[in-house]
């Protein structure tokens, strides 16, 4: 049963993705800012984490190569992303970026699910 300790906990807990989600090394913060201004979060979602038009990137980031591959060549539902829409430097640093971002937390080390 659901009750107002549950609430904040639930809102705690997401509290504490968020920030995680937004924080990341200043080695990876220009392939952040890339893959906002190329768009990739808005089927990938902000972190990589999938959504309902694209699947997860994160946390197995396939290989730099296979990743540039399937931009520059896809016909399925993703548009494909030519050299000069999106500079083989800024796949590089989107690729970084994706590397980057941590692995979510075991849903058992996560208390408030545990009950």
């Known amino acids: 049963m659901w009750n107002v300790r549950n609430c904040v906990g639930l809102a705690a807990l997401a509290a504490g993705l968020i920030v995680g989600a937004g924080s990341s090394s200043s080695a990876s913060e220009k392939g952040k800012a890339l893959y906002v201004k190329h ?4 089927c990938h979602g902000f972190v990589g984490q999938g959504g309902i038009a694209g ?3 994160v946390p197995n980031v ?12 896809s016909n399925r539902a993703m548009p494909p ?12 640093e989107i690729h970084a970026y994706l590397g980057s971002v941590p692995k979510p937390a075991d849903p058992k080390s996560i208390p408030l699910l545990s009950q």
């Open 39 to 42: 768009g990739c979060w808005q």
């Open 55 to 57: 699947p997860a990137l």
């Open 62 to 73: 396939m290989p730099l190569e296979a990743m540039t591959n399937f931009m520059r060549s």
């Open 81 to 92: 992303y030519s050299e000069a829409i999106l500079p083989n430097a800024d796949m590089k």
